[in-house]
């Protein structure tokens, strides 16, 4: 029984050794990629909003300004697939009276979600918004349209700074670098839009348009085998 449990120990430890080389014969280093691009659409929300007792011609009222705002914005250059109208909103008007919350009626609002491509266009839009009474203008963020490929571009820089990353290393332990034999992608990418501060005022000059570039990142954990 003796002999039987030095025997398993013995097993047991050559196994942990055989182990441990072959996590030794491997190296694991991390890459990073970053891609800049300047944002190609520009991105805002206007909202109309009507305060009133009758629910019906506050409707009709909202609707009409929505309407000439589609129309307005249709005639400059902004495509229907970029245009989205179709946020309403109907809840109770409340004043303060005393003590008491006393309702006057009904709030009714739309929200109209707008996508740019001609940055140009957008000081004489925000002149008519104000013209055809919209109640806000806000929202505004600077975006890169196709993402996707950006991202895709940033993971093979990441993948590439990996493999110089380990060559580097092998070079200074004096070993040859093998093939890859794990990729893990560390992040998960979710577009980031780029706010804009601007005001109105700011955006009344065309000149004053500068989106600056995005800076899209990959970053992935390349392990390889060491030769």
Not at 162 to 180: F, Q
Not at 203 to 227: C, K, M, R
């Amino acid at each position: 029984m003796r002999i039987l449990i030095i025997v398993v120990t013995f097993v047991a430890l050559i196994s942990a050794v055989h182990a441990h080389e072959s996590t030794s014969n491997t190296i694991s280093v991390n890459g990073q990629g970053n891609v800049e691009q300047v944002p190609d659409i520009l991105k805002f929300t206007i909202s109309v909003q009507e305060k009133g007792v009758d629910s019906t011609m506050l409707s009709r009222a909202v609707n009409n300004t929505v309407n000439q705002i589609l129309h307005m914005l249709t005639n400059n250059e902004v495509l229907e697939k970029d245009i989205q109208a179709m946020s309403i909103s109907l809840h109770p008007w409340y004043e303060r009276e005393g003590q008491n919350s006393v309702q006057k009626g009904f709030v009714f609002s739309r929200n109209i979600n707008v996508t740019l491509r001609n940055f140009s266009r957008y000081p004489l839009i925000l002149e008519q918004l104000f013209k055809l009474d919209a109640s806000r203008v806000e929202g505004f963020r600077y975006e890169v349209e196709d993402q996707q490929s950006a991202y895709l571009n940033a993971l093979k820089l990441a993948m590439k700074d990996a493999k110089t990353r380990a060559k580097e290393l092998m070079t200074m332990s004096n070993k040859k670098l093998g093939d890859i034999a794990n990729i893990v992608e560390v992040t998960n990418y979710r577009p980031l839009a780029q706010s804009s501060s601007r005001s109105s005022v700011v955006f009344a000059e065309s000149s004053q348009y500068l989106p600056g570039s995005n800076v899209i990142s990959a970053s992935v954990t390349v392990t390889f085998n060491i030769e």
